[in-house]
């Protein structure tokens, strides 16, 4: 079994910068898709950004040029840096992986919540 660990959820004022980590651990594996998913009151789960283990990424339209995730892969762990941030942006966020490159995510941790105040 793959265990996430996240750190770096908090409050923060609106034009602020944080920074969240997640690492992952288990027995003999190699974690090749790592990624972040948030969660508004209300709202379905939706992507953030995600980075493959070639080195692509992908991010939500609304966080493009503000957020940037990276990883570091011989500890497979992943960082998410969110600037400029907004109101619109408090959610709980996920860190979540994969051992492929396609399909869903098959291990999630259990989130940390990240508030923006206006």
């Known amino acids: 079994q793959v265990q996430l660990v996240e750190s770096g959820g908090g409050l923060v004022q609106a034009g602020g910068s944080l920074r969240l980590s997640c690492a992952a651990s288990?027995?003999?594996?190699?974690?090749?898709?790592m990624g972040w998913y948030r969660q508004a009151p209300g709202k379905q789960r939706e992507l953030v950004a995600v980075v493959y283990s070639g080195g692509s990424t992908n991010y939500a339209d609304s966080v493009k040029g503000r957020f940037t995730i990276s990883r570091d892969n011989a500890k497979n762990t992943v960082y998410l840096q969110m600037n400029s941030l907004k109101p619109e942006d408090t959610a709980v966020y996920y860190c979540a992986a994969d051992r492929n490159n396609y399909g869903g995510m098959n291990y999630w941790g259990k989130g940390t919540l990240v508030t923006v105040s206006a």
């Open positions: 288990g027995r003999d594996f190699r974690i090749n898709r």
